[in-house]
């Protein structure tokens, strides 16, 4: 699973989170669980948290640190440059992604999907799909009832037909009534 937002055309990597030290590194919080994929980019663009600005950068270096990436770009040379930054993601072109693993997904691809039990009921539609503390959920809103959340696991999704934009799952008992709690 590689844990990557798309904005337009483009994938999201990582987010800007803060300075780090005197020369102008960011701390970056990745969204690729591929943190060394930072340090094959050269060119990338900035995108505002709004979506409205985009600035495109050059990765000078990038390592490693505390659960984080620290990125150099070549722009930017002061901790001062980078509080204007912080809260931007970090997004290539959707062309340049890396190519997926066998059973590998972009949770962006996700997105959409209508999810069906082994008899063929609709359980609705995946809205949103994100990292949470134990693994990847998708956000999924039924035809009926309230929206719930669902881990993305094996033992749930049994298959996922992203050309047929269908998840089977064999959903936990009681899920039902999370569905119809108020």
Request: some cysteine; overall charge negative; hydrophobic content about 40%.
């Amino acid at each position: 699973m590689t844990a990557t937002l798309q904005m337009s055309d483009r994938i999201a990597l990582g987010i800007i989170r803060k300075a780090h030290g005197v020369r102008g590194e960011a701390s970056v919080e990745p969204w690729t669980d591929t943190m060394g994929r930072f340090s094959d980019l050269e060119r990338v663009v900035l995108v505002s948290p709004d979506e409205q600005s985009t600035r495109e950068a050059h990765i000078e270096a990038a390592r490693e640190h505390a659960g984080r990436v620290l990125v150099k770009f070549a722009e930017l040379d002061s901790p001062e440059e980078l509080r204007d930054l912080q809260n931007w993601t970090i997004e290539i072109p959707e062309s340049e992604a890396r190519p997926l693993e066998e059973g590998e997904y972009f949770l962006h691809d996700l997105i959409g999907l209508r999810l069906v039990d082994a008899d063929g009921c609709d359980r609705g539609v995946v809205t949103d799909a994100y990292e949470g503390g134990g693994g990847v959920l998708l956000n999924v809103k039924p035809a009926s009832g309230k929206p719930y959340e669902l881990p993305f696991a094996a033992e749930i999704c049994t298959d996922i037909d992203l050309e047929h934009k269908t998840i089977t799952v064999a959903l936990p008992e009681g899920i039902e009534d999370v569905e119809a709690a108020d």
